[in-house]
């Protein structure tokens, strides 16, 4: 309870110290702003040298996600100071290194910080055309993002565990960005490349079910018309014709089986 305390009442003096500096530019606080938003609260909230625990790492999610909803009826609010603090956090902090995959909390914390900042100010730099932009966000899936997609839902390793949470956290971040990309060709063209590469022989279809259903929420009815793939209409006529096939021979061995019982009877 008094963690919970804690965090409800950062969260109220972060959103006002954000408001303070976005509606008066002369008061008492100007005189640190630019130190409180580009040096304390950033070096606290990316603890440089630092282990993220699991406890830490609960913590700050729920506190990304208590500045979320504290924003969420404030649709006059385009920019925050915020937003650059939680761009250096997703990067530098929660972000992997090299080829490893996020946690789960890490994953969450990413997600929440996509949807309150934007794909484009998390994934991009600032000031970029929008070309730019969908380069960039192009280039973090096809490099970084998609890899981590894949290795989730792979039955090699997802043996470990069946829990599908983390892949239906990686496709509402999936459905974050692809919204966030103007051109409908693109989005088709980055959805087709991400089956390419993840859907073959070895891949979960427990955790590709729950991914794909968490799309279709998140999406509604844009889903069908602007997310079809070639490769996933490929697979799912395989699946099904193995499935059949499966049947099949199990209903063959059952009729085997029944017909030896059955000459047994005169021996």
Same mark, same amino acid.
């Given at each position: 309870?008094? $963690? !919970? !305390?804690? @965090?409800?009442?950062?969260? =109220?003096?972060?959103?006002? /110290? ?5 509606? =008066?530019?002369?008061?008492? &606080? ?20 630092? *282990? ?21 009826? *404030?649709?006059?609010? #385009? ?32 997600? @929440? ?7 484009? !100010?998390?994934?991009? *730099?600032?000031? #970029?055309?929008?070309? $730019? @932009? ?5 280039? &973090? @899936?096809? !490099?970084? &993002? ?10 090699? #390793? ?7 949470? $983390? #892949? ?7 459905? /974050? ?48 018309? *602007? ?7 490929? &697979? ?32």
């Amino acid at each position: 309870k008094d $963690q !919970n !305390n804690l @965090c409800n009442t950062l969260v =109220k003096d972060i959103e006002k /110290l954000d408001r303070l500096g976005r509606t =008066k530019k002369e008061c008492l &606080f100007s005189l640190v702003r630019e130190w409180f938003w580009k040096e304390g609260i950033l070096n606290v909230m990316v603890m440089d040298g630092q *282990d993220m625990t699991a406890v830490i790492s609960e913590r700050f999610y729920k506190l990304l996600v208590g500045i979320a909803e504290m924003y969420q009826d *404030d649709e006059g609010v #385009t920019e925050s100071n915020l937003y650059p603090v939680l761009r250096k956090v997703f990067w530098d902090r929660l972000h992997p290194k090299e080829i490893q995959t996020p946690s789960l909390d890490a994953t969450k914390s990413m997600f @929440c910080i996509l949807r309150f900042c934007g794909v484009n !100010n998390i994934l991009s *730099d600032e000031d #970029t055309s929008s070309s $730019q @932009c969908e380069r960039a966000i192009e280039s &973090f @899936c096809s !490099n970084t &993002f998609f890899g981590w997609i894949h290795k989730d839902i792979s039955s090699i #390793t997802s043996n470990e565990t069946r829990n599908s949470q $983390q #892949t239906e956290i990686y496709f509402a971040m999936l459905s /974050l960005i692809l919204k966030s990309i103007m051109s409908s060709e693109q989005r088709k063209a980055l959805w087709e490349s991400l089956f390419s590469l993840i859907i073959n022989k070895d891949v979960d279809l427990m955790k590709i079910s729950s991914g794909l259903q968490k799309l279709v929420t998140e999406n509604g009815s844009e889903t069908a018309s *602007d997310f079809s793939s070639q490769a996933l209409d490929s &697979f799912s006529v395989k699946v099904a014709k193995d499935v059949v096939q499966h049947q099949i021979s199990i209903s063959a061995d059952s009729n085997r089986d029944s017909n030896i019982e059955d000459h047994s009877v005169y021996f």
